[in-house]
């Protein structure tokens, strides 16, 4: 707005200076906000993510403790005489 009133070079060159500061800010705002959009986009899948893993965590934990408290079998092969002795 300076430019049209002063009507000098310097005036043109600080309209100029202003409304490219505006067109980066601008700029800059439009990033942070696609950046903070893609970054809750982000949290939703990792959320996703650690409901599976949990999942699966406590499945194998459960397969861990079943095969804890059951007596474990005997390697080996058995004729029918160690079958008799035992």
């Keep these: ?4 009133v002063l009507n000098s070079d310097r005036a043109v060159e600080m309209s ?3 409304i490219r ?4 800010y601008r700029s800059i705002l439009a990033h942070h906000e696609e950046f903070s959009r893609r970054l809750a986009e ?3 899948r990792l ?3 650690d409901k599976s893993l949990q999942t699966i965590v406590h499945s ?4 861990l403790e079943d095969r ?3 007596s474990p ?12 002795k035992r």
């Design 1 to 4: 707005m300076a430019a049209s």
């Design 16 to 18: 100029v200076y202003v």
């Design 21 to 24: 500061a505006f067109v980066k």
């Design 42 to 44: 982000l949290e939703g």
């Design 47 to 49: 959320s996703n993510h």
């Design 60 to 63: 194998l934990r459960d397969l």
């Design 68 to 70: 804890a408290s059951s």
């Design 73 to 84: 079998r005997p390697i080996g092969f058995r004729n029918a005489d160690s079958s008799r």
